[in-house]
């Protein structure tokens, strides 16, 4: 498993600024030994202070083209992917937050993307 944050306000799949977002994600990225190997899930929480008009899918992404060959080979083996936004002036309740997003949370005070890569699930649930 691979998890992150990204300072900052996320860029759009098609917006001009997608390079320097996509660089932002890469530098972001903790060094790996090795890449992950499919199948995988990409999980995508976008944390915002002011409220914004950014769809989540194009959200995703620049992300996920960002990862390869830092986090996988190819974003193929991606085959699970949740994607949200989080609004932190009216935030929900957030239960069970891991360590690296807990910390963003109590450090950070603007936008912040947290990011996580993992081995997908074998089943497929409904719930």
Known sequence: MVEFVV??????????????WQAKVQAAVPEQDQLLDGPLCLRIDFFFSEATDLDTDNIIKPIQDALEDLVY???KTIVDVCARKVDRVNPPP??????????ALGSTTGD??????????PEVTFS
Do not use: K
């Open 112 to 121: 912040f993307v947290y990011v996580r890569v993992a081995e997908a699930r």
């Open 73 to 75: 080979e190819d974003d």
């Open 94 to 103: 957030v239960i069970g937050a891991p360590v690296t997003l807990a910390r």
């Open 7 to 20: 300072v900052g306000t996320p860029r759009a799949h098609r917006a001009n600024s997608r390079p320097l």
